[in-house]
């Protein structure tokens, strides 16, 4: 058998690049004539509390970016939660089990308003770097311990980073779980494939274009710096929002609380939520709520 490690992708024989593309892959589009109550739309907020664990992951120590992620619970999560009662809005918070632990009294609080909690890794580890007895036993632990702390039992999962192994949809479909939302097949909900076969996991899909952290992100010592203005990024999701109501789809968003949750930045999230509730047809809903919905009432 040929060690595929000692080959260029170029001398790779197509069974195996074939194999590599077709090992997760987008299966049937659920996408409902109508959403809930008769709406043209789903308007799908979510927030990644990542907190301390964007610096804890890498072995990393810097007080100052541990402070940074300090922010996304002092207060970053509470201007988010603020928001939302004020316009009864219900959003999905994805938190590793590390950053649970350390701010317990913040995911009651989600719950407890309402909200839709989420699987996010332990401590914001890259899944492709693990094998799949760490991966399973990391997801497992996680949901646990998401579940101890705020007594509900999680059903869907947002990798850290996004980063999706080749173990990932295995261990999601093992643990029974309703949805993924780490992938970036479609605009519209669809089911996954592993190996070909169907799997049931819906696939909530995301995109760097809806997430706030490629446009504000901030690293010291590298050459990560914000590039674009408050109101240049509005535009962007202003754009997405408007043509996937005309679509009739999804609008899904992901921020950061530590990113999103500044003065000069959270009018975005306001501002969106304004403009879906001035259209007067926009079913606002967790991400839960938009997958059971979209697999149940595909067209």
Not at 207 to 222: C, G, K, T
Request: charged residues 25%; proline residues 4%.
């Amino acid at each position: 058998m040929t060690d595929m490690s000692k080959l260029e992708p170029w001398q790779w024989p197509e069974d195996h690049w074939r194999g590599l593309v077709n090992h997760v892959r987008a299966g049937k589009t659920y996408r409902p004539a109508k959403w809930k109550d008769g709406k043209r739309m789903a308007f799908a907020l979510s927030f990644d509390s990542d907190h301390e664990t964007n610096e804890l992951r890498d072995g990393g120590k810097s007080v100052g970016r541990m402070a940074w992620g300090q922010y996304g619970n002092r207060v970053g999560v509470p201007n988010i939660l603020k928001l939302l009662a004020k316009y009864s809005v219900p959003a999905t918070f994805y938190v590793p089990a590390v950053a649970a632990l350390l701010h317990s009294d913040e995911q009651r609080r989600v719950i407890a308003e309402g909200h839709e909690i989420g699987l996010h890794s332990w401590i914001h580890e890259l899944n492709s770097v693990l094998s799949y007895k760490d991966e399973r036993d990391i997801m497992m632990r996680s949901a646990d311990t998401l579940e101890k702390i705020t007594g509900v039992r999680v059903v869907g999962s947002r990798t850290a980073s996004w980063d999706f192994s080749p173990h990932t949809l295995r261990i999601t479909k093992e643990m029974g779980l309703l949805y993924d939302s780490s992938l970036m097949a479609d605009v519209d909900c669809y089911e996954l494939l592993l190996d070909g076969e169907e799997t049931g996991v819906v696939e909530l899909p995301v995109e760097w274009i809806r997430d706030d952290a490629p446009y504000f992100m901030m690293l010291r010592f590298q050459g990560l710096r914000p590039y674009t203005p408050p109101e240049g990024v509005f535009d962007v999701f202003r754009r997405e929002f408007e043509a996937a109501y005309e679509e009739g789809g999804i609008f899904q968003l992901t921020t950061h609380p530590h990113i999103i949750g500044y003065r000069s930045r959270i009018w975005i999230i306001e501002e969106l939520i304004r403009l879906a509730k001035a259209k007067g047809d926009v079913w606002f809903a967790t991400h839960a709520d938009v997958a059971r919905f979209a697999k149940e009432n595909a067209a």
